[in-house]
């Protein structure tokens, strides 16, 4: 299959990036990207990045009001926002009419650009926020999970930022605040539309209506910084909240996962990490589900970004038989440490890598993505599958002894298990029940 991962792309003279991909698709799919996150906020402003983006999203603006911006955003398929650390993004999804395109910009620029921050939207997205915030500080094992990505990403990590911000700083904030954050980080060449589909001939023209009028801004790059390593053993045992077998509590089904350090996407290593996880996908499956018959669902993974990167084990066993299912994993670690995957084995596992690489370019939502990541660090699909083709055996062997755990008490690792009977074991289970 040839690869082309070409695209188009147009920049406006105030520095506005629009890329775009024209497809055989009834679709069109794209988003909008600002490039910084809620990490811009300063002291007291906790929350109001996120706030901003709702206002921005559904709030009057110069060209439409409150029931037309709404009554837009009902025309297409999807229309939304998101707000993380690092950026704030409006992706959406329509039928590839060149009107419904262009109002939508027409929409979407002025609603960037051009709020009015009226008090009817200010009060309404507060207590819509509010719920949002309090619906996730509720949520089961929330403070756990935020302890867990401490361990995951260090605890002083940009990406533990807390987006949402807290319920007094959302209870204070006025209509001057908003102005001031949104004129402090909005501006056209801080961001950039990526289109994808049944693009219209005239795409950068309709760009440059909506778009060219808004002036530079002077926007300081925040530098964003990658994850600590795990360090040390990290056990979170969580309590049997559904009492589903309480007359045999040992058979809970017990969720568990199991996390330890990988590479970010820069390593060297990364491609033979990313065979290694595949083949451990491959026999976890095997061994835990089809020859000892402990779970219905277990799988495995390497995931890495530009900040870093993790293998993870995780399945579902009864409680009893999670030591067993420990033990397993650590086996099927030490087998690749020690021995050598045939050819035949390691082909087979370039394929399907290959395969699951190449379905990025079948679909917009798809080319979306690998844009966006074209664009923040030159991804290249192509060089990505021939250093995944130039992995060896002897490769993955000396992947497997840098990388994968030797045992469970003196390795760098996350341990989750969910469903533990009773609480007040926890030393003995640290201290007897795991592997050693």
Same mark, same amino acid.
């Given at each position: 299959?040839?690869?082309?991962?070409?695209?188009?792309?147009?920049?406006?003279?105030?520095?506005?990036?629009?890329?775009?991909?024209?497809?055989?698709?009834?679709?069109?799919?794209?988003?909008?990207?600002?490039r910084?996150?809620?990490?811009?906020?300063?002291? %007291?402003?906790?929350?109001?990045?996120?706030?901003?983006?709702?206002?921005?999203?559904?709030?009057?603006?110069?060209?439409y009001?409150v029931?037309?911006?709404?009554?837009?955003?009902?025309?297409?398929?999807?229309?939304?926002?998101?707000?993380?650390y690092?950026s704030?993004?409006?992706?959406?999804?329509?039928?590839?009419?060149?009107?419904?395109?262009?109002?939508?910009? +027409?929409?979407? +620029?002025?609603?960037?650009?051009?709020?009015?921050?009226?008090?009817?939207?200010?009060?309404?997205?507060? &207590?819509?926020?509010?719920?949002?915030?309090?619906?996730?500080?509720?949520?089961? /094992?929330?403070?756990?999970?935020?302890?867990?990505?401490? &361990?995951?990403?260090?605890?002083?990590?940009?990406?533990? =930022?807390?987006?949402?911000?807290?319920?007094? +700083?959302?209870?204070?904030?006025?209509?001057?605040?908003?102005?001031?954050?949104?004129?402090?980080v909005?501006?056209?060449? @801080?961001?950039?539309?990526?289109?994808?589909?049944?693009?219209?001939?005239?795409?950068?023209?309709? $760009?440059?209506?909506? /778009?060219?009028?808004?002036?530079?801004?002077?926007?300081?790059?925040?530098?964003?910084?990658?994850?600590?390593?795990?360090?040390?053993?990290?056990?979170?045992?969580?309590?049997?909240?559904?009492?589903?077998?309480?007359?045999?509590?040992?058979?809970?089904?017990?969720?568990?996962?199991?996390?330890?350090?990988?590479?970010?996407?820069?390593?060297?290593?990364?491609?033979?990490?990313?065979?290694? %996880?595949?083949?451990?996908?491959?026999?976890?499956?095997?061994?835990?589900?089809?020859?000892?018959?402990?779970?219905?669902?277990?799988?495995?993974?390497?995931?890495?970004?530009? =900040?870093?990167?993790?293998?993870? &084990?995780?399945?579902?066993?009864?409680?009893?038989?999670?030591?067993?299912?420990?033990? +397993?994993?650590?086996?099927? /670690?030490?087998?690749?440490?020690?021995?050598?995957?045939?050819?035949?084995?390691l082909?087979?596992?370039?394929?399907?890598?290959?395969?699951?690489v190449?379905?990025?370019?079948?679909?917009?939502s798809?080319?979306?993505?690998?844009?966006?990541?074209?664009?923040?660090?030159?991804?290249? $699909?192509?060089?990505?599958?021939?250093?995944?083709?130039?992995?060896?055996?002897?490769?993955?062997?000396?992947?497997?002894?840098?990388?994968?755990?030797?045992?469970?008490?003196?390795?760098?690792?996350?341990?989750?298990?969910?469903?533990v009977?009773?609480?007040?074991?926890?030393s /003995?289970?640290? @201290? @007897?029940?795991?592997?050693?």
């Amino acid at each position: 299959m040839e690869i082309d991962e070409t695209y188009d792309s147009f920049t406006l003279d105030n520095d506005f990036k629009l890329h775009y991909k024209n497809r055989d698709s009834a679709f069109i799919e794209g988003v909008l990207r600002v490039r910084h996150g809620s990490i811009v906020e300063e002291e %007291g402003e906790e929350g109001l990045y996120h706030f901003l983006e709702h206002l921005l999203m559904t709030g009057e603006n110069e060209r439409y009001n409150v029931s037309s911006v709404k009554r837009r955003r009902a025309d297409i398929l999807v229309s939304n926002a998101e707000t993380n650390y690092k950026s704030m993004n409006f992706p959406f999804q329509m039928f590839g009419e060149v009107k419904e395109l262009d109002e939508y910009l +027409s929409l979407l +620029s002025s609603a960037i650009f051009e709020p009015k921050f009226d008090s009817e939207s200010i009060e309404r997205e507060r &207590v819509a926020i509010k719920h949002e915030v309090e619906n996730r500080h509720n949520q089961l /094992f929330y403070e756990e999970n935020k302890k867990l990505i401490d &361990v995951l990403r260090g605890q002083d990590a940009q990406s533990n =930022y807390d987006v949402g911000g807290k319920i007094e +700083s959302i209870d204070s904030f006025k209509k001057e605040d908003f102005r001031r954050i949104h004129d402090r980080v909005i501006f056209p060449d @801080n961001m950039e539309l990526i289109l994808v589909g049944k693009i219209p001939e005239n795409i950068e023209e309709m $760009v440059e209506r909506y /778009f060219s009028k808004y002036e530079k801004g002077n926007v300081n790059e925040i530098e964003l910084t990658k994850y600590d390593l795990i360090d040390g053993q990290h056990i979170q045992l969580r309590p049997d909240l559904r009492k589903n077998n309480s007359l045999n509590p040992e058979k809970n089904s017990s969720p568990f996962e199991l996390i330890f350090n990988g590479v970010d996407i820069t390593n060297a290593d990364k491609s033979a990490c990313s065979v290694v %996880g595949s083949l451990l996908e491959e026999r976890v499956y095997d061994t835990i589900r089809e020859e000892l018959g402990l779970a219905y669902d277990i799988r495995a993974d390497f995931d890495c970004n530009r =900040y870093g990167g993790f293998f993870t &084990v995780k399945g579902e066993v009864r409680y009893i038989d999670v030591s067993q299912a420990l033990d +397993s994993i650590l086996d099927i /670690f030490e087998e690749l440490r020690t021995e050598l995957i045939d050819e035949e084995k390691l082909s087979t596992i370039k394929k399907h890598f290959k395969n699951r690489v190449l379905s990025v370019f079948e679909s917009n939502s798809n080319w979306v993505s690998l844009i966006g990541s074209k664009e923040d660090y030159n991804l290249d $699909v192509k060089k990505v599958i021939e250093d995944i083709e130039k992995v060896t055996p002897e490769d993955i062997r000396t992947v497997a002894q840098k990388y994968l755990l030797r045992n469970l008490k003196d390795d760098n690792f996350s341990l989750v298990v969910e469903s533990v009977p009773d609480l007040e074991e926890e030393s /003995f289970f640290k @201290n @007897n029940y795991l592997p050693s």
